[in-house]
């Protein structure tokens, strides 16, 4: 397997599993972050994990489909 052009994608995984792992490390040591404006910080962590971990999903996802339509192409212009 060729590695990805997409390095960044790797980051944004580890950003997002770290927010992920927030709200259950605060709630295992008994601290809990102080609520801005009425929303926990724990859940608003939680959350942007959730969405960051869904953007790292669509972004391999992505990266797969460009390579097999990469290599598509490629089969195609060797045949002709």
Known sequence: MKPSKFIIHYYVLLLSLFLIAMPFYHQA?????QPVLRINLDSVAGIAGLL???T???IT???RR?????KSIGL???QS
């Open 66 to 70: 460009l390579a097999a339509l990469e």
């Open 56 to 58: 790292f999903v669509a």
């Open 61 to 63: 996802i992505l990266n």
């Open 29 to 33: 040591t008994g601290h809990e972050l």
């Open 76 to 78: 195609k212009d060797q």
């Open 52 to 54: 960051g971990f869904g």
